[in-house]
């Protein structure tokens, strides 16, 4: 099946930094990649997503670009504030048929200190 | 808020019990999604349903069943509960099966097996 690795786990940054988190996919049929953020005590929510028929997409100040010969998609977060401050999880999604199924990395801690 | 309710909250039960976890989609939303997320494994697809039919089956274990009724609610049932059970459970609603939709997901129920 499909295997989603996420780096770094932990990442500190100064308010108004940027922050780049890295996740590697193992299936090349996978062609839905998301990202989500879970705040403290709620649900994962989206923020952003790719299909892999895109190399990059932005959304004000945050991008996520997507590298299918290497099967690899990043986040970025440009100008970075304390509200920004979540856990960070990316996925994979492989369609099969009529089916699919969303696997997620580890996540990523993302502290922004004032 | 994501629109997606779940209850219980919390839930602590005794090892060999059962429990049902409740969720109700987003309004108009015809697909739930499962998830469970623990320390060690992570956030983790435990299975989707489509306008009251099963649509995908991630790891879920055969202790553990679900169902989507008429009016859309859906119930996880786990049974003959272990101390490795303990985790957060998710419940997510998007508008349809496709994989490019956005799921919402609900604020989850902690699930602690003593």
């Known amino acids: 099946g499909e295997n989603v690795e996420q780096h770094p786990s932990t990442l500190s940054v100064q308010e108004g930094d940027s922050a780049v988190i890295k996740c590697t996919y193992s299936?090349?049929?996978?062609?839905?990649f998301p990202w989500y953020k879970q705040e403290l005590g709620k649900g994962p929510q989206l923020i952003i997503d790719?299909?892999?028929?895109?190399g990059e997409k932005k959304d004000q100040r945050i991008a996520v670009t997507l590298n299918k010969t290497a099967k690899h998609f990043s986040l970025h977060i440009t100008e970075t504030q304390p509200e920004d401050s979540a856990v960070y999880f990316c996925?994979?999604?492989?369609?099969?048929?009529?089916?699919?199924?969303?696997?997620f990395g580890k996540g990523t801690l993302l502290t922004v200190n004032p | 808020d994501s629109g997606v309710t779940q209850t219980p909250k919390h839930l602590i039960t005794a090892t060999g019990q059962r429990v049902t976890l409740r969720c109700s989609p987003r309004?108009?939303?015809?697909?739930v999604y499962w998830y469970q997320q623990s320390l060690d494994q992570g956030l983790q697809f435990l299975i989707q349903?489509?306008?009251?039919?099963?649509?995908a089956k991630g790891n879920i274990l055969e202790r553990f069943s679900a169902q989507q009724f008429p009016d859309l609610h859906s119930e996880l049932n786990l049974s003959s509960l272990e101390l490795g059970d303990s985790a957060l459970y998710f419940c997510?609603?998007?508008?349809?099966?496709?994989?490019?939709?956005?799921?919402?997901f609900g604020p989850g129920t902690r699930l602690t097996v003593l």
């Open positions: 997510a609603s998007s508008a349809s099966g496709s994989y490019y939709n956005e799921q919402f």
């Open positions: 299936d090349s049929a996978s062609n839905y």
């Open positions: 790719i299909r892999s028929n895109v």
């Open positions: 996925a994979a999604s492989i369609r099969g048929g009529s089916n699919y199924k969303l696997t």
């Open positions: 309004s108009g939303d015809l697909s």
């Open positions: 349903y489509y306008n009251g039919e099963e649509r």
